[in-house]
């Protein structure tokens, strides 16, 4: 039993829902212009509403919706892809479109069928989902549609049957949020969640990346029904090892997310590091930059830390994937070119993107300071103060080596102008322009005048006094 | 630009002929000039971010803060190598084995009270501190800061007790073990082959997470 939300944190989960219907009737009217940056706009303040409410650990209802801390991070994830989608390759109408629609659905879903708690109710989630797949599979080109909507529908039926499954057993159309669950519906929340993580992830920063927040949320709320058993082992090995097959095809985000589901359907103790995975996989589709998989670095520790707890087959076999994982995206990530990841077409400097920003800003505290993330339930104490630690020393030195007059301190940096570079001195402008370092050396344009008057055999002229 | 083909551009140009043959079978680099000035800089954002992680690792080591993961994976960013960072996670993971915790901090206290990794407990559990060292220390890149990191980092698993209690044994140990460290990872830079030192120090800290697990799995 929860009860109702406070004063400020009814105005936060307003707020959140809101702005991406605000994003909506700015599309429809065309009011606004360009109408992908009010929709990204949208997003983003969604996504702090949501990150508001997360912080807050706020849990209870308002109204017809509920906010539990799964649901909270969920939102924050569907907002953050939908801002994404729209920096992806292709933007046009369509796009746009059905971004802003599965953006409204998702959330309106997620917050619809939160439930008491952790519940989870049939109608809202599946009607949210369903708006939502058919709104970005549709803003998909062609070519890349018939997987997507492949294992868009796969996840939906199975979470249709999971339901089904649950009303059979006697536990009505929500799924609780502890207490006695059917196998058989657990799995096929599991593996309605794992459909979905792939059909988000399959395109990359595609209106159908919400997909993945909505499965991940799907999944994580259903597997640790029955942690307390070893009945879903065989689904934690076989969406493990459907991880590894993931990143050795060089799909970071799919990987991570299915690690995730797989820790979640693992022993308890896992339980934390999966929600952490979760939330690097959402960051690491939004950036889709090889540099983004770090975020997965705190779940990897979590995950370490709980299998020494816990022990067992299960949680070695699950750590054994893991490791695999990470050893294949790591080598992907610094490997020759040719074999990098097929689907991190993200943009070379994300923090400047408007659309991808806000998955940067989280994907860096949750790097940083996973400790924070009080809601997955990680105990990280140790990672934060030494990762504060780094962060500063790294900061000062970055600091120290930029400053001119501190370059002895780094003898191992070149004294001399690199190639192609050459030292300007300049007393005007800004500290930091007054001594660096300026192009040079390139040929010389052959449409400049002094490669010209040399092709036409002439002397320069001599300056004019 | 790639981190690859930036510290391709770093290399000293006598030695960049065979870099750029052997990198060239891989078909990291697409063949044409490289030293133009978007490549320098790039050059030198790569090396900041490398001196950067070098900091943050030493500052974790120096002051037992952290945790070992992180710190293999900084190894990783200080060599912009895969392979580094992999020597350096697996050998947490040999300490988180040993230890049952990956915090800097418990492995530290743990030495102040049960004495050092590298000369307490079961024999087979010092090899495996010393087989984690050893493969720290070899994969260590060139450069004084990937020294310093790698030497202080491989010294704090052998021999790091905490400084807490004021004792001046501990105090002298840890310098004593932090100077061999910092020493033997420069001296290993040098001295042994690139390729051979990956592989070897790959292998040693499988070696030690092997003897980290065994015991427990003999016993459990």
Do not use: N
């Not at chain 1, 991940?216 to 640790?224: D, E, M, Q």
Request: with cysteine; aromatic share 4%.
């Amino acid at each position: 039993m929860t009860g109702l939300l406070t004063g400020g944190q009814s105005a936060a989960l307003v707020v959140a829902l809101g702005a991406p219907v605000a994003g909506a009737i700015a599309v429809v009217t065309g009011r606004l212009s360009p109408v992908a940056r009010v929709v990204q706009a949208s997003a983003a303040v969604s996504a702090a509403a949501w990150v508001l409410l997360l912080c807050t650990g706020a849990r209870g209802r308002a109204a017809v919706f509920h906010v539990s801390p799964l649901v909270a991070a969920g939102g924050c994830g569907v907002a953050l892809l939908a801002a994404a989608a729209l920096d992806g390759a292709r933007r046009d109408h369509r796009a746009v479109v059905g971004t802003v629609l599965a953006l409204v659905a998702s959330s309106a879903g997620l917050a619809g069928g939160g439930g008491s708690g952790q519940v989870v109710l049939a109608g809202a989630v599946l009607a949210g989902l369903v708006v939502a797949t058919a709104a970005s599979v549709d803003a998909l080109p062609p070519p890349e549609r018939r997987a997507t909507v492949l294992f868009a529908l796969a996840g939906l039926g199975a979470a249709i049957v999971g339901f089904v499954l649950l009303r059979a057993g006697g536990d009505g159309w929500s799924l609780p949020s502890t207490g006695t669950v059917p196998r058989a519906s657990v799995v096929a929340f599991v593996l309605a969640g794992a459909a979905l993580v792939v059909a988000g992830t399959l395109t990359g920063r595609r209106p159908t990346a919400v997909l993945l927040a909505g499965g991940l949320v799907l999944g994580l709320a259903a597997g640790p029904l029955r942690a307390g058993t070893d009945d879903l082992a065989a689904v934690a090995i076989g969406l493990a090892l459907l991880a590894v097959a993931a990143a050795a095809t060089g799909r970071g985000a799919t990987a991570l997310g299915l690690l995730a589901l797989a820790g979640g359907a693992g022993p308890a103790a896992l339980v934390p590091a999966s929600r952490l995975l979760a939330a690097g996989s959402v960051v690491a589709a939004a950036v889709d930059r090889p540099a983004a998989w770090l975020t997965a670095v705190p779940g990897a520790v979590a995950l370490a830390v709980g299998v020494v707890d816990t022990g067992g087959p299960l949680a070695t076999g699950i750590a054994v994937a893991a490791s695999l994982v990470a050893a294949t995206l790591a080598v992907r990530a610094t490997g020759p070119a040719g074999k990098k990841d097929p689907v991190a077409t993200g943009p070379d400097r994300p923090w400047a993107t408007p659309g991808i920003a806000p998955a940067v800003i989280v994907g860096a505290w949750l790097t940083v300071s996973p400790g924070a993330w009080t809601w997955t339930g990680a105990s990280l104490r140790s990672y934060d103060r030494g990762m504060a630690l780094a962060v500063g020393a790294g900061l000062v030195t970055v600091a120290a080596a930029l400053a001119p007059e501190l370059r002895l301190l780094t003898r191992s940096a070149p004294q001399q102008a690199p190639r192609g570079l050459r030292r300007v001195q300049s007393p005007g402008g800004p500290p930091w322009r007054r001594s660096c370092w300026r192009g040079a050396g390139r040929p010389p344009s052959p449409w400049s005048r002094r490669t010209s008057l040399r092709r036409l055999g002439r002397r320069r002229p001599p300056p004019s006094r | 630009m790639s981190l690859r083909r930036r510290l391709l551009a770093a290399v000293p140009a006598r030695d960049r002929s065979a870099h750029r043959r052997s990198i060239d079978r891989t078909r990291a680099v697409p063949a044409g000039p490289i030293d133009d000035g978007a490549t320098a800089l790039g050059v030198e954002r790569a090396r900041l971010l490398c001196l950067a992680a070098a900091a943050g690792v030493v500052t974790m080591a120096v002051t037992s803060t952290g945790d070992l993961l992180v710190v293999g994976v900084l190894l990783g960013l200080v060599a912009a190598d895969a392979v580094v960072g992999a020597v350096g996670v697996v050998a947490g993971m040999a300490t988180l084995g040993r230890w049952s915790s990956s915090s800097l901090t418990a492995l530290a206290g743990g030495q102040a009270v049960l004495g050092a990794a590298g000369w307490t407990g079961s024999v087979v559990l010092a090899l495996s501190s010393w087989a984690a060292a050893a493969g720290v220390i070899l994969v260590s890149p060139e450069g004084r800061p990937a020294a310093l990191a790698f030497g202080l980092v491989a010294a704090g698993l052998v021999a790091g007790p905490a400084l807490g209690d004021g004792s001046g044994s501990d105090l002298v140990v840890r310098i004593v073990a932090s100077a061999i460290g910092v020493a033997g990872a420069w001296a290993a830079s040098r001295a042994v082959p690139r390729r051979l030192a990956k592989v070897g120090g790959l292998g040693l800290a499988v070696f030690a997470l092997f003897l980290a697990i065994a015991p427990a799995t003999t016993t459990g």
